[in-house]
């Protein structure tokens, strides 16, 4: 069948597409207020591709009442047009991802018909602009409503005027009420971006991590040391060396560098729907044994920066320390003391929800793997035991039972979930399976809450779908 030959008659597409998917269409929701306020069933924290991702899922089942906030400008949310310094995504082209199978909202016919089949055809890897801008078109045809430039804050408890449970969350714009939150805050989710103790002491004139904004001209003619062998650390050492620095460093602790994607392995239908209904032993198993290996580096990333003969790569030389030194960081290695500039840490995030400002009121108590499930010691992983450890519906659990029973409605999507569900929430090559699972999972809470309320309706349906002969059906 031929694909769409342009932008509006995909758009159509879409329509339709929704249109004749849109079974079970009856709206089962009704309004709630707190206060007499308005209350959201659902407020999604975080407008990137796993916030918009489950909005629509929870669109195709009816949820309407519903807002998005992202503390991002329009076409600013995630790190697609921010502090990714990639050129392309490392997923391939083809995977779905928000579309949720549905084929007129994929990525593909979306670069089909913006710019031709051939185009498609030839492109290897997509563009993360070009992703971004999918982003934006993917939210605009689905109808998400995304409220930018709106920061969440601190999520407490609260009940609706008819007593169900519901949420407050302070934000920017004044609080706001929501039967559930989706929190889809990236990859500080649950924690924030790490970097070791001895470089983060350094003046931040002399140190970043590789999520901040970073002036790579100033390092023009300067040398750089970056802490790390995954992509984005090869993505920094990239625009340095673009950048003009005299001389760029990467420094991978490990004895070999990370060749191997272990995502790649873990790609198929069993593992990415089912990993998170099997026993902790399993899931730990499998889920340290992929966050052990680290994400690696794809060969796009290593060209990038190989082609530059000022880049060195040090295999097995990890930081020790770290100190300033006439002007310069001295990071000491176990092959003697190493002078640079600036160093950039490319050392990813840490689960810590004491960092993150919308759990302060329950962080003390959410349940964490390590409260939940001691492997054996060969298998032992103190980061991992801070990922928490969460329901079956994607919400997290209390470490001490009754003190904050309504976190059960605040639902993560991101980073976070690796753990309990594999790489549920953080990659796109899961999206397809994981948003209808969390967005089955707030609707679960949804209609547990409010059964009574729905058996009452129940009772009270009197909608005759035949109209009988009164004549002749009279009552003997
Ligand atoms: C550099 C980089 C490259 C990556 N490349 C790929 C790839 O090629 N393929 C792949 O599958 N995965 C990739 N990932 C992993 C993952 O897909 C991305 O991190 C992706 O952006 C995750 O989507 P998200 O919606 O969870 O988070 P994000 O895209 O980070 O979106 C979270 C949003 O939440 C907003 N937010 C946070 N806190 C608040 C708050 N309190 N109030 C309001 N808004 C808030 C932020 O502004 C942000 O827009 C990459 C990750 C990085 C960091």
């Not at 407490?156 to 302070?170: C, N, V, W």
Request: proline content about 7%; some cysteine; aromatic content about 10%.
């Amino acid at each position: 069948m031929p694909a769409p030959r342009n932008l509006v008659e995909l758009e159509a597409d879409v329509a339709r597409d929704l249109a004749l998917t849109a079974h079970p269409r009856m709206p089962w929701l009704v309004q709630k207020t707190v206060g007499s306020m308005p209350c959201l069933d659902v407020l999604v924290i975080g407008g990137g591709q796993c916030g918009l991702a489950v909005a629509h899922a929870l669109k195709r089942d009816q949820v309407h009442n519903i807002l998005v906030l992202d503390r991002a400008e329009y076409g600013r949310e995630g790190p697609w047009t921010t502090y990714g310094r990639m050129k392309n995504l490392r997923s391939w082209k083809d995977q779905t991802g928000p579309d949720l199978r549905q084929p007129s909202l994929t990525y593909e016919a979306w670069h089909e018909a913006s710019f031709g089949q051939a185009h498609w055809d030839a492109m290897r890897w997509i563009p993360k602009e070009s992703w971004n801008d999918y982003l934006l078109w993917f939210r605009r045809v689905t109808a998400i409503p995304v409220r930018n430039g709106v920061a969440a804050g601190t999520i407490t408890p609260a009940r609706t005027d008819d007593d169900l449970p519901a949420l407050r969350i302070e934000t920017s714009d004044g609080p706001m009420h929501a039967r559930k939150v989706v929190l889809a805050t990236g990859q500080e989710g649950v924690g924030g971006w790490w970097m070791p103790p001895h470089i983060a002491a350094l003046p931040r004139e002399h140190r970043a991590h590789t999520n901040e904004m970073i002036d790579f001209a100033a390092l023009h003619g300067k040398t750089v040391a970056v802490l790390g062998a995954g992509a984005s650390a090869f993505d920094n050492a990239a625009v340095a060396l673009e950048e003009g620095a005299a001389e760029v460093h990467i420094f991978c602790r490990r004895a070999e560098p990370m060749i191997v994607q272990p995502y790649r392995w873990l790609t198929f239908a069993g593992f990415l729907r089912h990993i998170g209904e099997m026993p902790n032993e399993w899931r730990w198993r499998f889920m340290a044994h992929i966050l052990g290996l680290r994400e690696g580096f794809a060969q796009d990333h290593y060209d990038r920066v190989m082609r530059f003969p000022n880049l060195r790569f040090h295999v097995g030389v990890p930081w020790e320390d770290a100190r300033m030194q006439d002007g310069r960081v001295v990071l000491t290695t176990p092959r003697g003391d190493f002078s640079a500039d600036y160093c950039i840490a490319g050392t990813g995030v840490r689960m810590d929800a004491a960092l993150c400002p919308e759990l302060s009121a329950c962080q003390a108590n959410i349940a964490q793997w390590r409260h939940r499930y001691t492997p054996p010691a060969e298998e032992a992983d103190e980061r991992l035991g801070h990922f928490p450890y969460l329901n079956a519906d994607s919400a997290f659990t209390e470490q001490r039972p009754g003190e904050t029973p309504w976190i059960a409605d605040i639902d993560l999507f991101g980073i976070g979930t690796t753990m309990s569900f594999g790489p549920a929430g953080s990659s796109i090559n899961a999206m397809a399976i994981a948003a209808p699972r969390l967005a089955a999972g707030v609707t679960r809470g949804l209609f547990a809450a409010d059964m009574p309320r729905l058996y009452a309706d129940l009772r009270a349906y009197d909608l005759a779908q035949v109209t009988l002969d009164e004549a002749r059906s009279a009552a003997e």
